[in-house]
């Protein structure tokens, strides 16, 4: 699997940016997103349990929509 880098936070600082990368997987279209790890206990109650393969990121709404332009740009809809 290879990663493809979509883009970064242009709030953040150089080297400690959330980051978006889309992946070429054949069997399914996944993201990987690099971000803040989570560590507030509160927002950790809410969530509940996490499995141990897996972690909680925080990434800004910045970030979010580079997925959503090139959302947009595979399917034809941007304007």
């Not at 927002?43 to 090139?70: C, F, N, Q, S, W």
């Amino acid at each position: 699997m290879r990663a493809e880098f979509l883009g970064k936070d242009p709030e953040s600082t150089e080297g400690a940016s959330p980051t978006l990368f889309a992946t070429d997987r054949t069997d399914r279209v996944t993201y990987i997103a690099q971000g803040w790890k989570v560590t507030d206990p509160q927002v950790l109650a809410d969530v509940g349990p996490v499995p141990d393969h897996e972690t909680l990121i925080e990434i800004p709404e910045e970030v979010l929509k580079m997925y959503v332009r090139r959302y947009a740009q595979e399917k034809g809809t941007d304007s």
